[in-house]
């Protein structure tokens, strides 16, 4: 088959360099017809100033995009508050799209999104980074095949040391500070196992030093008849990207792993704990070895591909991508919890 023509709507995303990288690594599946240039924003942004990984790219403005022949599908990498208003106008011209995240501060704006997707028949994708990480698609096999048995316990840590000030002053344009622009891709996770928590509870404060309203360091407490489930971020957490850590337990086993990711040519670790063998592993603890990778967003990219061309049924519903929203504004402290 033909590449599927696409455009990318944003460079101001702190994904779109990357996910353009991917895009780049895929000219079998994608032809990249042509790049919006969205630096004139008012919205807050911490990237896109570097235009080198759209080089020998069209600069277009979006109707020019939208006019290209036989476009087909759109990537939308604006930052996070303009991210919505940019896909709605992708959907009301019936393409399909990825979207990063989150789903914007307003929950009326994103679910009239979703309700445009879902009238039109159109395809969104939305760009949490770990929808197609082996280790976090284990764990959600674990849970379905009852290795685990009742899941108990989800912790898992976004914290980074990137950015220095400007991150931290990039943050304070958010309410939601870090819980909403990083806590968002745990709770997609946690979410797709556990479905929708009865009470969200959200700690958000200012490490001292740091502006007092960046919110850079947060908790959010997801709470489940049998479960709790904590979210953890703080951007200034030393050597904190390689201490992320995702752990899930249950009454039959946990699994457990720290980092969650590695782009360094070694595979990923995890360590699974069971209390009874099942048809793959026997009780006791396993070292389990996730194969190495180079980049978090190709195999996204190619279920996208699949959905675009319908060979394949998105996995991650409309009513998912609502219901993570409702969860990420109110672990953030945007919204109450709702029941």
Known sequence: MEPIKIGQIGICHEHASAKMDALRKLPEL?????????????????????????KGLPWLTEEALFAVPGLQAVVVETPNTDLVSTARRCVARGFPIHMDKPGGEDPKAFADLLAECDQGQVPLQMGYMFRNNPAMQFCREAVQKGWLGEVMEIHGDMSHDYGGEAYQDYLAKFSGGILFNLGCHLIDLVTSIMGRPESVVPVLRSVSGTPADAMNNGLAVLAYPHALVTIRACSRVAGGLDRRRFLLSGTGGSIEFSPMERFDGLPLEARLTLREAN??????????????????????????AQIVRGE????????????????????????PWKI
């Not at 042509?34 to 919205?43: L, N, P, S, W």
């Not at 394949?312 to 929203?325: A, S, W």
């Open 30 to 54: 994608f032809e990249i017809v042509g790049v919006v240039d969205d630096r004139a924003t008012t919205a807050a942004r911490f990237a896109g100033d570097n235009v080198e990984p759209y």
């Open 312 to 335: 394949k049924i998105n996995p991650y519903t409309t009513k998912h991508d609502r219901m993570v929203q409702d969860i990420v504004l109110a672990a953030s402290g945007y919204t």
């Open 279 to 304: 048809e793959s592993y026997a009780a006791g603890t396993h070292t389990l070895e996730f194969p190495a990778r180079d980049d978090r967003y190709v195999d996204q990219l190619i279920e996208f």
